[in-house]
Nanobody
Framework: QVQLVESGGGLVQAGGSLRLSCAAS????????MGWFRQAPGKQRELVAT???????NYADSVKGRFTISRDNDKNTVYLQMNSLKPEDTAVYYC?????????WGQGTQVTVSS
């Protein structure tokens, strides 16, 4: 079993910053992909950023240059530093762990950016 616990969401003004964290526990293998997706009301869940265990990253075009994903393999934790936040970044942010072709999701954390 794998559990993912997210933290760090909240309310921030446009132009502000937030840092999300997601700690994974349980049967975690050394080779995996961790990442963040988001879902705004009435919209489909979309990729924000992913990072493989070796450190390679991938970002959605909408967040490039503003968001940075990182991970601590010793702690099985992934982070998302979000800067220059915009109202359109408002969404529930979900943590993802993919290992052995199976996806595990966190419960989600709300990020609200006011204009």
């Amino acid at each position: 079993q794998v559990q993912l616990v997210e933290s760090g969401g909240g309310l921030v003004q446009a132009g502000g910053s937030l840092r999300l964290s997601c700690a994974a526990s349980g049967s975690i293998f050394s080779i995996n992909v961790m990442g963040w997706f988001r879902q705004a009301p009435g919209k489909q869940r979309e990729l924000v950023a992913t990072i493989i265990s070796g450190g390679g990253t991938n970002y959605a075009d909408s967040v490039k240059g503003r968001f940075t994903i990182s991970r601590d393999n010793d702690k099985n934790t992934v982070y998302l530093q979000m800067n220059s936040l915009k109202p359109e970044d408002t969404a529930v942010y979900y943590c993802l762990l993919n290992q052995w072709s199976r996806n595990y999701w966190g419960q989600g954390t709300q990020v609200t950016v006011s204009s």
